[in-house]
Each structure stands twice: as C-alpha cells, then as structure tokens.
C-alpha cells in the first residue's frame, strides 16, 4: 500500500507537471506567431520597464534554448532568449515583462521573490533528479532515495503554488482585472 501511495504522489505530480508545460508551450507558441502593435523586441520592453523604473544597472544577456529566460536576483541580470530578445511578438514582450518584474519586486524586497530565490538551488536539483532518483529508490527501496524523489514532488508543488500566489497577488494589486500600463 505505502508503494502505492508513493507512485500516486510522484505519478500525480508529474503529470500535473506535464499538462502545465503543454499548456504553456501551446499558449507561448500560439502567440510568437502574432506581432506586437508597438513593434518592439523582447529586449525593447524589458529595457523600457527597467529605465522607467529606475532599474538602469539591471543589465540584459542572451541565453541559449527556448523558454530558457530568466532574472538572476544575485547579479541583477535578466537573461532572455534569443527568440524573446529580438523578436517582436506579444509572446516576446509578455516574457520580457515579466521578466523585468521580477526585477521590480526584487527592487522591492518582495517577499516571495526572496523566498523563491533562498530554495532555488532545491527546487532545481529536485526537478532535475527527483524522477531519476524516485525510479532508482522505488527498485532499491532505500528511502534516502525516495526522500530525495519527494523533493522532486516538494519542488513542483511550490512552484506550482509560486505561480499561483503571484498571480493572485497580481490580480488583487490590479484590482482583480489586469491593467495595460505604456512604456
């Protein structure tokens, strides 16, 4: 039974996982395919919210893969895609926003965003090697093993939560409606 119990939980949540990132794959390309009205770069936005906001040393680099962007609170670097860079899309400037966000709550001390950063390096390990391990522990049956697949379960479940309070605390300042705000 307790074998059970340990394939549901990790079965779960990897599937929740999986129908997470289809959807936001299925959303992110079905919007690359249409232009921005203001005909700007990913990186155009994302400099244009940071100078607005006085975020003039947060600098912006290129990285490689597809949905690989990303703001470092430690260097105080965004790092976008090449795609999202230089293209023009409302997919584009959607990720540079909300890459620059970060950057903004960063700048406001905001306390998810601390929290987030501080268990990071977990949370990464975990979605990297927690099904691995899992598959490795449920044949050994070491539990060191399972506790580190666990993590994995632990990790996606915070994220998941994350993004979940974000969005609600960014409904509730926007007065439960999203705002259009101009560069």
């Given at each position: 039974?307790e074998?059970l ?9 990897y599937?929740f ?8 794959m299925?959303?992110y390309?079905?919007y690359?395919?249409?232009s ?7 990186a ?15 600098q912006l ?16 670097v965004?790092?976008l ?27 406001d001390d ?17 979605s ?8 490795l522990?449920s ?10 697949a ?15 309070l ?15 705000r101009?560069?």
């Amino acid at each position: 039974m307790e074998n059970l119990l340990y394939y549901l939980l990790l079965g779960g949540t990897y599937l929740f996982a999986l129908v997470v990132r289809q959807r936001l794959m299925a959303t992110y390309s079905k919007y690359a395919r249409v232009s921005n009205r203001a005909g700007l770069s990913g990186a155009q936005v994302a400099r244009g919210i940071l100078d607005a906001n006085g975020l003039r040393d947060v600098q912006l680099e290129l990285a490689r893969g597809k949905l690989t962007d990303h703001y470092d609170p430690r260097t105080r670097v965004i790092r976008l895609s090449i795609d999202n860079a230089r293209d023009a899309s409302v997919a584009s400037m959607a990720v540079s926003a909300h890459e620059a966000a970060h950057a903004l709550q960063d700048k406001d001390d905001y306390a998810p965003l601390e929290l987030r950063t501080s268990v990071y390096p977990l949370v990464q390990a975990g979605s990297r090697w927690g099904i691995p391990l899992a598959i490795l522990g449920s044949r050994l049956d070491r539990e060191t093993l399972r506790a580190a697949a666990l993590t994995y379960v632990a990790g996606t479940a915070y994220t998941a939560g994350f993004v979940l309070l974000i969005a609600l605390d960014f409904l509730r300042a926007a007065g439960g409606r999203p705002r259009a705000r101009s560069l």
